[in-house]
Structure formats: C-alpha cells, structure tokens
T-cell receptor, first 113, second 110 residues
Framework: KAGVTQTPRYLIKTRGQQVTLSCSPI?????VSWYQQTPGQGLQFLFE???????NKGNFPGRFSGRQFSNSRSEMNVSTLELGDSALYLC????????????FGEGSRLTVL | QKEVEQNSGPLSVPEGAIASLNCTYSDRVSQSFFWYRQYSGKSPELIMS????GDKEDGRFTAQLNKASQYVSLLIRDSQPSDSATYLCAVYYGNNRLAFGKGNQVVVIP
C-alpha cells in the first residue's frame, strides 16, 4: 500500500512569489492535514480537510490556504512568500474522521530567498 | 493557546539502558495522547497512543499517562542505536488536529 505522497520534495522560491504543494493521501484515507515544521517552532498545525471541507485551521495568516479534491488529494498554497515561510511542510492522512493517528508524507522542503 | 511542553534537552543513553522522556500539556479536556518518532531527515511516525490513565506497553516502549497532573511520558527499555531519533509528544484536539511538543532528541551510544 503506497504511503502519503508529497510533491515537490524540494523547492526554492524568492520573496513575494507563491507556491503550491501537493499531497496524495493513503488510498482510502479521507482526512488530510498539513503541518509546518521549523527548527524554532517545531511542528505547527496549518489546516485539516475531510470530504473536501476544511474542518479546522491553525493560527497562520491568510496567505496560507488549502483545498481538498473529491479524490481526497489536497493542495496547499502560500502566497506572497516571506523568508520566514522557509520550512518543511508535512502532509498527513488519516483513515478515520477523528482519531489523531496520522500518517505523514516525507514533506516538501521550501526555501525562500 | 494549547501548549505541549517537552523541556528536556538531548538525552544520551548507553545501549541497553532505559530512556525516559516527559511531556506536559496545558488543556485539561484533552483525551488522546501520542508519541511520534522522527529520524533525522525523515517524517514523523506514530509509535504509541494512550487514552487512559496508567501505563500502556508495546514491545520495548511504555507510555504513561496522568491526566490529573497533565503529564505523559515514554519509556524506551533496552535502548538500541536504532532508537536514536527525535521523539515528539502530541496531544489531540479533535478533527485530526494535533498539538506537538518541540521534541526530545535521543542518542543511544553503542
């Protein structure tokens, strides 16, 4: 069974640009959540989607947005990139509506110059 | 603000010893708690979940929960070099949302 797949794995952008990251959950998993990981702040929750609906959003500015498609695949977008957005962005999927047992992808490492 | 604290610095343990990791959380209503392991350059993976007060054992890992003290711990018995990783404590807040501590790095010395 394939795991959570994230693309691209690495990317470099400049300030002011925007970026779109993609996540394909494990087959059958309908919940997809996104986390930002930095050395200083650790893992921080961005948002979670279930059946194409955003159920929860973390404490991030509106520049961070996401969506989920009918096949459960998800994308997140960051507009007007700032240097502080440099981080590892992790997608996680869960088979159930409400367990907290997450399966993480390998992440997309974003560097903003 | 839902906070999860892991205050200990890097932990070095000799091979075969017990590694003990601690975590406290701020929200009393939390009901589900997890430990994730993250190897350097890899993504976190779930190793333990605990929902009730007391101990839960799985192989060489034991999770301990004390809701009154808002305290979760993880014991790794007979530590192996392959246990060298960062261990993340996580508290569940519904809708598959987790709050993570910043992690404790464990180094097992052969």
């Amino acid at each position: 069974k394939a795991g959570v797949t994230q693309t691209p794995r690495y990317l470099i952008k400049t300030r002011g640009q925007q970026v779109t990251l993609s996540c394909s959950p494990i087959s059958g998993h309908r919940s997809v959540s996104w986390y930002q990981q930095t050395p200083g702040q650790g893992l921080q929750f961005l948002f979670e989607y279930f059946s194409e609906t955003q159920r929860n959003k973390g404490n991030f500015p509106g520049r961070f947005s996401g969506r989920q498609f009918s096949n459960s695949r998800s994308e997140m977008n960051v507009s007007t990139l700032e240097l502080g957005d440099s981080a590892l962005y992790l997608c996680a999927s869960s088979i159930d509506l409400n367990t907290g047992e997450l399966f993480f992808g390998e992440g997309s490492r974003l560097t903003v110059l | 603000q839902k906070e999860v604290e892991q205050n200990s610095g890097p932990l070095s343990v000799p091979e075969g010893a017990i590694a003990s990791l601690n975590c406290t959380y701020s929200d009393r209503v939390s009901q589900s708690f997890f430990w994730y392991r993250q190897y350097s350059g890899k993504s976190p993976e779930l190793i333990m979940s605990i929902y009730s007060n007391g101990d839960k054992e799985d192989g060489r890992f034991t999770a301990q929960l004390n809701k009154a003290s808002q305290y979760v711990s993880l014991l790794i018995r007979d530590s192996q070099p392959s246990d060298s990783a960062t261990y993340l404590c996580a508290v569940y807040y519904g809708n598959n949302r987790l709050a993570f501590g910043k992690g404790n790095q464990v180094v097992v010395i052969p």
